[in-house]
């Protein structure tokens, strides 16, 4: 069975997300520019970049971290099997 992630987007060139619009954990894309956000909650809430520069500390608007997105594609393809079998496991143990 497939499973589509649906993640909230923009096609505005330059747009990025603010904290008040992603909840801890929540990915964004903006698809004309290529880049992924995600929203994390360590301490203060910030929007962190999932893009092809390193992580040299905030280098974006209002706190936006880069990051190096290559490095993070097989951790999220983890992340996503670990929840699918978590899901698959309350499937067969639902009364």
């Known amino acids: 069975m497939a499973n589509t992630v649906l993640l909230k987007r923009t096609t505005v060139a330059g747009r990025v997300p603010s904290t008040a619009q ?3 954990g ?3 894309v903006n698809v ?3 880049k992924l956000f995600l929203k994390r909650v ?3 809430e910030t929007v ?3 893009g092809q520069t390193g992580p040299q500390g ?3 608007p209002a706190g936006v971290l880069r990051l190096a997105y290559g490095n993070l594609v097989g951790l ?3 992340a996503i099997k670990d929840l699918a079998q ?3 496991q309350l499937k067969r143990t639902a009364p």
């Open 32 to 34: 004309t520019d290529g």
């Open 42 to 44: 360590s301490g203060a």
């Open 86 to 88: 978590e899901v698959d």
């Open 22 to 24: 992603l909840a801890a």
């Open 58 to 60: 905030p280098t974006g």
């Open 26 to 28: 929540e990915l964004a």
């Open 48 to 50: 962190i970049e999932l």
């Open 76 to 78: 999220l393809v983890e």
